[in-house]
């Protein structure tokens, strides 16, 4: 269920009145499609109803639709709790604050990407957390599309494997993030960061620990820079057949190790990572993610 600015906050209910004025009087596959064909929910009477009725069926209906509303709430909740930051600058009347995260700074191939995003005021989409919290790939993909389609404006930037060999992996993490935030349409007037600040970048910004999972622009970011990087790397899968780049997305996992072995490193692998510098019989330079 997503909310919008129009209504972030309240839950609708459904009235007991009008169409169904007698539950009693209609059977389970109607009283299902009415209740669980949109997402409004029931009022209290209409529950105490529903809870009453003789038909088993029909009180198994008002247990789900109770546990449903609850899981509502508690979204509702979390997502509320998910703008803190935003909430609080929103007070002050800046309007127009993005979050900003990268995407692929552990893996051995391919670019490190980074998204930038502002988000509609009050902004509400169901599901919308860290990237590395939803696991299911599909998922992923339909929340970025909804972002996208919600945004005030949004931009993905990159810093490609030889820029990661010549300045180290964090800088070209940042490089992505200083692109994305370039590439806005639109200039913010704050900016909210995962673990850091940007250099070089003129708007007034914050960094948050753990940011994609406590900021709404920030995890809006965090999808929107893992969805592109893992699309891109499904396209290198196909340029590099045999790799495995679609499934480990270049992570280094055993298969992506075994094959790095087996094969010799390609053109879009990062030389100076320990595991590529040794399938190129050469001395690691960036044994560390972070240094």
Known sequence: MDWNEAGTAAIKTQSSAGSMKSYSEKTVKELREYFLSGDAFP??????????????????????????????????????????????????????????????????????????????????????DDSKKILNEGRREQLALQIKKDAVCWAVGRAD????????????????????????????????????????????QKGIIHGDALSASIAAASIIAKTTRD???????????????????????????RILKERGPLPIHRKTFAPVREALSFQPVQSELFR
Not at 180 to 194: C, F, H, K, T, W
């Open 231 to 257: 699309a891109h790397m499904t396209e290198m899968d196909i340029l590099y057949p045999g790799y495995g780049l679609a499934a480990h997305k270049g992570y280094p996992t055993p298969d992506h190790l």
């Open 43 to 128: 009022t209290a009477a209409a529950l105490s109803e529903l809870e009453r009725d003789t038909r088993i069926a029909v009180r198994r209906l008002a247990v789900l639709l109770k546990r449903r509303k609850l899981e509502y709430q508690r979204e509702n909740q979390r997502l509320n709790q998910l703008l803190r930051y935003e909430t609080e600058l929103w007070a002050q009347g800046i309007l127009f604050i993005a979050g900003v995260d990268e995407a692929g700074m552990a893996p051995l191939a391919g670019p490190v990407f980074a998204a930038a995003v502002i988000l509609p005021r009050r902004y509400k989409l169901s599901g919308l």
């Open 161 to 204: 494997e030889e820029e990661i060999d010549r300045i180290n992996i964090y800088q070209s993490g940042l490089l992505a993030m200083r692109r994305a935030v370039e590439g806005l349409s639109r200039l913010p007037e704050y900016i909210l960061v995962d673990a850091r600040t940007i250099p070089h970048c003129p708007h007034p």
